[in-house]
C-alpha cells in the first residue's frame, strides 16, 4: 500500500511568519511531486510541483525534496490569512500519472 | 485560464439509483481522471483515461463504475447502484503531459 504521510495540524502561525509544511512518502520510484492547497468545500489547487532533488522556488513558496530520505516539504513565506487552508501532498505512482494524495495539513494563519 | 467544468455541483440521490457525474476537460489535454474524497477524508485515485480507454484503475473503482468519453468533450462518471458510502465529493482531472492536475470545482454527491 503506497502511503503519503503529513502531519494533520492544524498548525498554527502568526501573519508574516514562515509556515512550514512536510511530508513523507512510501514509494522510491515515485518521480513526480506536487502541493495542492484545499480551501474547505472547494477543489484542490495546484500550488507547487518539483521532480528534482533540491529546492524550488515559487514567490512565497519554496518546495524542498530530498529523495534518498523520501520527504517532501512546503515552506509558506510572509504568510498571509489568505493562505488559511489546507495543505496536500501527492505523489504520483511510478509509471503512471495517477497520484497518491496525503490526508492534508491544515494552517491556520493568525492575523 | 482553461477550466475543467464539472455537473451538476450537487446531486442527491435514493440508495440504489444510477448517477452520472459529467465533467468538461480542458480541450488540448489528453489525460483525465475521477477522484473522490468523502467528508475529512482524503482525496483518492479512482480511474484515469487516456485515448479512448481506461488506463488505470484504483480497487475502489469497481464493477459498479463506469466512465465513458461520448462525445469528445464530455468525460462521465456513472455509478449503478449507489451505496451510502458512495457519499463524497467527485472531481474530474485533466492533464496536458506530466505537469500537476486542473481540478474540477467537484460534484458533492449524496446517497440517501
Known amino acids: 500500500q503506497k502511503e503519503v504521510e503529513q502531519n494533520s495540524g492544524p498548525l498554527s502561525v502568526p501573519e508574516g511568519a514562515i509556515a512550514s509544511l512536510n511530508c513523507t512518502y512510501s514509494d522510491r520510484g515515485s518521480q513526480s511531486f506536487f502541493w495542492y492547497r484545499q480551501y474547505s468545500g472547494k477543489s484542490p489547487e495546484l500550488i507547487m510541483s518539483?521532480?528534482?532533488?533540491g529546492d524550488k522556488e515559487d514567490g512565497r513558496f519554496t518546495a524542498q525534496l530530498n529523495k534518498a530520505s523520501q520527504y517532501v516539504s512546503l515552506l509558506i513565506r510572509d504568510s498571509q490569512p489568505s493562505d488559511s487552508a489546507t495543505y496536500l501532498c501527492a505523489v504520483n505512482e511510478p509509471g503512471a500519472n495517477n497520484l497518491f494524495f496525503g490526508t492534508g495539513t491544515r494552517l491556520t494563519v493568525i492575523p | 485560464e482553461p477550466e475543467v467544468t464539472q455537473t451538476p455541483s450537487h446531486q442527491v440521490t435514493q440508495m440504489g439509483q444510477e448517477v452520472i457525474l459529467r465533467c468538461v476537460p480542458i480541450s488540448n489535454h489528453l489525460y483525465f481522471y475521477w477522484y473522490r474524497q468523502i467528508l475529512g477524508q482524503k482525496v483518492e485515485f479512482l480511474v484515469s483515461f487516456y485515448n479512448n480507454e481506461i488506463s488505470e484503475k484504483s480497487e475502489i473503482f469497481d464493477d459498479q463504475f463506469s466512465v465513458e468519453r461520448p462525445d469528445g468533450s464530455n468525460f462521465t462518471l456513472k455509478i449503478r447502484s449507489t451505496k451510502l458510502e458512495d457519499s463524497a465529493m467527485y472531481f474530474c482531472?485533466?492533464?496536458?503531459?506530466?505537469?500537476?492536475?486542473?481540478f474540477g470545482s467537484g460534484t458533492r454527491l449524496t446517497v440517501v
Open positions: 518539483i521532480y528534482s532533488n
Open positions: 482531472a485533466s492533464i496536458q503531459n506530466t505537469d500537476g492536475y486542473t
